[in-house]
């Protein structure tokens, strides 16, 4: 059952602030990444390449906790638990372009490294809270 | 077996940055809670209280990981992954009044509520990595 994504939580996630992704690692244990992000249609939009750990986490295991912290209030963060519901790498380098925009106002992703190939996940809300506000 | 917290990580746990603990809820999805943190003998010291959701967490399953962002830079943040390997009263609200000092500079808690019983954990680190550094 998806939940919508408002208020402050979809203020801070709007804004160009880093979030960190929980997944669960192969072993089941906490995995946490700190990540750049967008909302799309009710999702939140999340970006990676392939190779590094934690998309394969959510491979393994779709539960995702998407936290971002208020940069001028450390006690106030919004938080999104869910699942991905989408992984593709359709669109993904477009994508990444977007993210380089908002997060570093560039037109092009700065980072590419040769070969990689970007992906793309949706998460899904199942639960939106904003927390100490 | 015990890893060391050093250089830039320690600096950004010995500074008055929140972390987010990012734990194992009863059905085993990431939970992740923003708080304060210390350092004490090669240990991180978590507090917080009873009847709360993450303490229940770590000790139905030890693995915690522990992030803490540059707030000078949110692409930097250190890594904290290991187990809960004390869970005490004893002690527990000195050291919140220690951590509203390191946190706040103030003597003692101010936050603290009616019949509220402290509860501290340290975490023995087994990977301490520096993300973006």
């Not at 967008?38 to 998309?55: I, Y």
Request: charged share 35%; proline share 6%.
């Amino acid at each position: 059952m998806a939940e919508k994504i408002d208020g402050k939580v979809r203020e801070l996630l709007e804004a160009p602030n880093v979030v960190s992704v929980a997944t669960l690692d192969k072993n089941g244990a906490p995995d946490v990444k700190v990540v750049w992000a967008d909302l799309d249609n009710g999702h939140v939009v999340l970006n990676s390449a392939e190779g590094r750990q934690w998309p394969e986490n959510v491979r393994r295991d779709p539960r995702i906790t998407i936290t971002v912290i208020n940069p001028e209030n450390p006690y106030e963060y919004g938080q999104i638990r869910g699942r991905v519901v989408e992984d593709t790498h359709e669109g993904a380098d477009q994508n990444i372009d977007a993210l380089a925009k908002k997060y570093l106002d560039k037109d092009e992703y700065p980072f590419r490294q040769e070969g990689e190939q970007r992906v793309m996940f949706r998460v899904e809300p199942e639960r939106v809270k904003l927390h100490g506000g």
